[in-house]
């Protein structure tokens, strides 16, 4: 697909932290779990799922926040935004949307934890689970992601 307008940059509150991606993203999310309201001091967290090789930080140095858990949640040092969350065990980075020069485009896929949904919370994504899905609940999500995800507009 050539219609994604790479590359794509981004950066934090501040603008210490600079980030480039380079690499179709492979589904967008929203996760409703308590944890995400907190760190995120809103409704749901956002995420786009990018090819760890299609991500880099070229300005700035992100510092490990949150959990401090083995999927590492990395901030600014500066404005202690959250900007993505490094996964060891996957080959992925699990980007957050509101970084980029225009997140206005980005819709949802899927959405996680709905159990702790806020009433008002609503995100219009396609695939909605209870919980986390199962790693086999991915492949259809992805599937329509490629299909018809939200593609930023022609420069
Ligand atoms: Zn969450
Ligand atoms: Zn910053």
Redesign the pocket.
């Given at each position: 697909m050539s219609d994604w307008n790479l590359p794509w940059n981004a950066a934090c509150l501040c603008g210490q932290v600079k980030m480039r991606i380079t690499a179709t993203p492979v589904v967008s999310m929203a996760?409703?779990?308590?944890?995400?309201?907190k760190?995120t001091s809103g409704p749901?967290?956002l995420s786009l799922l990018l090819p760890v090789d299609g991500f880099e930080v070229t300005e700035g140095a992100p510092v490990v926040g949150g959990l401090h858990a083995e999927n590492q949640q990395m901030f600014c040092p500066h404005c202690k935004n959250w900007l993505f969350t490094r996964m060891p065990a996957l080959p992925f980075v699990n980007f957050r949307p509101g970084m980029l020069e225009d997140a206005s485009w980005v819709r949802l896929i899927i959405e996680?934890?709905t159990r702790?949904r806020l009433p008002y919370a609503t995100t219009g994504a396609e695939f909605s689970y209870e919980g986390f899905p199962a790693p086999e609940d991915y492949g259809p999500a992805m599937a329509a992601f490629a299909d018809h995800g939200a593609r930023p507009p022609a420069n």
């Amino acid at each position: 697909m050539s219609d994604w307008n790479l590359p794509w940059n981004a950066a934090c509150l501040c603008g210490q932290v600079k980030m480039r991606i380079t690499a179709t993203p492979v589904v967008s999310m929203a996760c409703h779990c308590t944890g995400c309201q907190k760190l995120t001091s809103g409704p749901y967290s956002l995420s786009l799922l990018l090819p760890v090789d299609g991500f880099e930080v070229t300005e700035g140095a992100p510092v490990v926040g949150g959990l401090h858990a083995e999927n590492q949640q990395m901030f600014c040092p500066h404005c202690k935004n959250w900007l993505f969350t490094r996964m060891p065990a996957l080959p992925f980075v699990n980007f957050r949307p509101g970084m980029l020069e225009d997140a206005s485009w980005v819709r949802l896929i899927i959405e996680t934890m709905t159990r702790e949904r806020l009433p008002y919370a609503t995100t219009g994504a396609e695939f909605s689970y209870e919980g986390f899905p199962a790693p086999e609940d991915y492949g259809p999500a992805m599937a329509a992601f490629a299909d018809h995800g939200a593609r930023p507009p022609a420069n």
